[in-house]
């Protein structure tokens, strides 16, 4: 089994679509564990705030495999893909990390994600697993964090949880 960490997040109804995306999460790979949510600015696009999260699971499915299911959960949801890459979404599942893997494929697998690099997907990750460290640089989530500078990408935190 392989320990994956994801990042989601919506900006279209995003107290609909997160607690879906969650339950369903559950369903297929049982105990997962569930960061804090935080709302941002968009990147890359103007649109309205994003709201994201990080979900920590165990799965025998292999990366691509994963990164279908994930999109195909995506789509059950009201995904467009005829839209701009960067365009307001219901549901955006990204694989963040799995285990130390280092690949990128098709679908636009990417692991780790570059979109570590933003407080968006960062501080949800090194909320659920601080300790879990980077692949490539060998440096833990918390101390990922604790060198952002937090003031560059505000976050605030959501009340509400999945």
């Known amino acids: 089994m392989a320990r994956v960490y994801l990042s989601l997040g919506s900006n279209v109804e995003p107290r609909r679509y997160l607690p879906a995306a969650v339950d369903a999460l559950r369903a297929r790979f049982g105990n997962i564990v569930v960061s804090p949510a935080y709302r941002s600015r968009a990147v890359g696009f103007e649109g309205a705030d994003f709201v994201n999260l990080a979900v920590g699971l165990d ?3 292999a990366p691509g495999v994963l990164n279908d299911w994930l999109h195909a959960l995506e789509d059950r949801h009201g995904r467009r893909r005829d839209l701009p890459r960067y365009a307001d979404r219901t549901l955006d599942l990204d694989i963040v990390f799995y285990d130390d893997l280092v690949t990128e494929g098709p679908g636009h697998l990417q692991i780790p994600r570059r979109e570590l690099q933003h407080a968006f ?8 697993a601080p300790e879990f ?3 490539l640089s060998g440096l833990s989530m918390a101390t990922l964090w604790a060198a952002f500078p937090a003031e560059r990408e505000p ?4 009340s509400w949880q999945t």
């Open 121 to 128: 997907v960062l501080k949800p990750i090194a909320d659920i």
């Open 155 to 158: 976050l605030q935190a959501e």
């Open 59 to 61: 799965t025998d499915l």
């Open 133 to 135: 460290r980077h692949p």
